[in-house]
């Protein structure tokens, strides 16, 4: 039987189950060396050194050895826990969010380290939000997001679909080519990857109204630190997230379930 090989790591936790009577499976993502499955023994046990590690959305340092079939935690040190994201719903659910959404936009061992960065940052800014949002909930919107956090959100799965090739097109047709005009009949097409102009129609999924139209170019052409605070109406958030819905399910196969439960 060869040697197993131990190597270190940093990694989020994106998703875990139980396994046997004390295990976890856990599913991490790592900056070098992309998605992985590993097996942390024990680690449901409350005196366990690595239970707090193996949270899900927690960052921790991982000490693995390679395994013939799952590589297993050998040391966790947890480096980063979120706690103010988890003591809000909506937040917590955005957080879980990003996890699902990197589970299944990503293979297992194939690196990608700006979409690990992307989904870290998108983690700290809703940590942040939560944290704002705990010290003076909205008396509104009990339940809901400051529009910080929703614009974090949004600015996600826009970088995220860049990242992954599938930039939707937001300033020309993408039937006829011409550039789109500031009008509130444009419409949205998931599948050809972008918005389609009033004579395109035929191709048009759905209604692209010129105040989403505009929020989804500002999002997709903004540093985060330069984008504005947006004061927008519950229906043009909807819509907003409704297009990048439309679009991010089909390049990630399935209907995001954590975003789906919150609504
Ligand atoms: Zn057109």
């Known amino acids: 039987m060869p040697t197993p ?15 046997g009577e004390a295990d ?25 050194k690595l239970a707090s590690a193996v949270d899900l959305v927690t960052r921790a340092q991982f000490v693995l050895a390679t395994g013939r079939e799952l590589d297993v935690v050998t040391q966790a040190v947890v480096q980063e826990r979120f706690d103010h994201l988890r003591e809000s719903l909506w937040h917590a659910t955005a957080g879980y969010t990003v996890a699902e959404a990197l589970d299944r936009a990503l293979a297992e061992r194939e690196p990608h380290p700006d979409i690990y960065v992307l989904a870290l940052d998108t983690l700290r800014r ?16 009990p339940a809901g997001p400051t529009s910080r956090g929703w614009a974090a959100m949004r ?10 090739g599938y930039r ?24 050809l990857g972008g918005a389609v102009c009033p004579s395109c129609s035929r191709y048009a999924q759905r209604r692209l109204p010129l105040l989403t139209l505009k929020v989804l170019r500002l999002v997709q052409t903004t ?15 909807d819509d907003v997230e409704g297009v990048l819905q439309s679009i991010l399910s089909l390049n990630l196969e399935r209907s995001l379930k954590s975003w789906n439960l919150l609504h």
């Open 5 to 19: 090989h131990v190597y270190k790591s940093e990694a989020l936790v994106l998703r875990h189950i139980n396994f």
């Open 24 to 48: 976890r499976i856990l599913t991490l993502v790592t900056p070098q060396h992309g998605k992985i499955s590993a097996i942390a023994k024990g680690s449901r046990k409350v005196t366990s």
């Open 126 to 141: 809703l940590d942040a939000d939560a944290d704002a949002w705990l010290a003076d909930p909205t008396p509104q919107n």
């Open 155 to 164: 600015f996600f799965d826009l970088v995220l679909l860049d990242l992954l």
């Open 168 to 191: 939707p097109a937001f300033h020309t047709c993408v039937s006829c080519e011409n550039p789109l005009q500031a009008v509130e009949d444009n419409g949205f097409n998931a599948e």
């Open 223 to 237: 540093e985060w630190h330069a984008l504005p605070v947006m004061r927008l109406d519950q229906r043009t958030r």
